[in-house]
């Protein structure tokens, strides 16, 4: 088998309890259904107990069945057509409230990179962008979103800031082609992951540039470039990506870079005042009473 999880569920087919046979049988033949049952559904589905489905994740080496229920869904997250999304969408919120089942999933996406993301790593990648001579900030298709909103506001930061157009490859490596090793390319990229933001990373290492990928897990195909790699985490919304969770890893960085630059920051945001005063580009609102109708 060609995927590690499900190569190590064959290999301990043999030594594993009838129960724990009756569930790996099942991931193996239907994992991408799996992937999104919870413990209680997938022991009904199989004939045996939520407590027989957690000690089968156990026996695997994970923590709890959550953990293995999370690396089956980066095993298809990445390969699922829009369709498919829909499909799994419809199975898991169903008749349910849909606010509710899409806000909690992205409370709880915030909850797991709070805890999951790498102190030191987001501490290194904030030195790395403050001493750069140059950055470029990359990411394609539904990432193109969060690579926009950083560059907006370290283009109120920094001097030298590139975002990187990658509708075509041409444009793409032309904007990069000054890449070197006092620069800092930031890569964004969630399943589906692009492959033109795996190219510019190639590019981008093989000019010796720091590379931050920031990324839903240390498998994305990005993360091998990374100098340093910020994880944040992801799942499905229907067609959509959740993009809750890495937005407010990215709002964390820019609020660590400019705390580590006071002085500078303070007067790029006083000129700005200024000018934003002068010609009138922000909308005046006055405050409404209280008690207006």
């Keep these: 088998m060609n995927n590690p999880l499900l190569a190590t569920i064959d290999q301990k087919m043999k030594q594993l309890s009838k129960g724990h046979k009756k569930i790996a049988s099942y991931i193996i033949e239907n994992y991408d259904k799996a992937a999104f049952m919870t413990a209680a559904s997938l022991g009904q589905k199989v004939g045996v107990s939520e407590s027989t489905v957690v000690r089968f994740a156990g026996e695997l080496g994970f923590k709890g069945y959550p953990e293995l229920q999370r690396e089956l869904q980066q095993m298809i997250k990445s390969k699922l057509t829009a369709v498919q999304r829909m499909q799994v969408s419809e199975n898991l919120i169903g008749d349910g409230d849909v606010i509710q089942n899409v806000l909690s999933n992205d409370i709880e996406l915030i909850r797991a ?128 990506d959740s993009l809750t969770a890495p937005l407010s890893l990215i709002n964390a960085l820019i609020v660590g870079v400019t705390l580590a630059r006071r002085e500078e920051t303070s007067e790029n945001f006083a000129r700005l005042e200024n000018i934003w005063e002068k010609y009138q580009v922000y909308e005046k609102t006055e405050d409404v009473p209280e008690n207006a109708t």
């Design 113 to 240: 990179t709070a805890e999951q993301t790498s102190r030191e790593a987001y501490k290194q990648a904030v030195g790395v962008i403050n001493h750069a001579k140059r950055i470029y900030i990359l990411g394609a298709r539904s990432s193109s979103a969060l690579a926009n909103f950083l560059a907006f506001y370290f283009n109120l930061l920094f001097d030298s800031v590139t975002l990187v157009d990658t509708a075509g490859a041409a444009e793409m490596f032309e904007q990069m082609f000054r890449i070197g090793q006092e620069d800092v390319c930031i890569a964004i990229s969630f399943p589906r992951y692009s492959k033109q933001t795996v190219n510019a990373l190639r590019f981008a290492s093989d000019r010796k540039a720091k590379i931050i990928a920031i990324t839903d897990t240390e498998k994305s195909p990005i993360a091998p470039f990374a100098d340093h790699l910020l994880v944040a985490r992801s799942s499905m919304a229907s067609v959509v």
